[in-house]
């Protein structure tokens, strides 16, 4: 499953603000994805650490009970 970012858009309680590549952006956790791994031909590198932990806050307040 992937997130995707975007670069414009406005904050909602389900995006996480990010900084990758030198641009601003936000993780939209609203849209999920399902990607098959073929798909998938390089990695363009990592969020951040921090990052990362904010939006798994967001999935599980998203899917938790």
Same mark, same amino acid.
């Given at each position: 499953?992937?997130? =995707?970012?975007?670069?414009?858009?406005?904050?909602?309680?389900?995006?996480? =603000?990010?900084?990758?590549?030198?641009?601003?952006?936000?993780?939209?956790?609203?849209?999920?994805?399902?990607?098959?791994?073929?798909?998938?031909?390089?990695?363009?590198?990592?969020?951040?650490?921090?990052?990362?932990?904010?939006?798994?806050?967001?999935?599980?307040?998203?899917?938790? =009970?």
């Amino acid at each position: 499953m992937v997130a =995707p970012m975007t670069t414009g858009g406005r904050s909602y309680a389900f995006r996480v =603000p990010c900084r990758f590549r030198e641009k601003d952006g936000y993780v939209v956790a609203d849209q999920l994805r399902t990607v098959d791994e073929v798909r998938l031909i390089r990695r363009l590198g990592r969020l951040s650490t921090t990052t990362m932990i904010d939006v798994l806050e967001v999935l599980q307040r998203m899917f938790a =009970p």
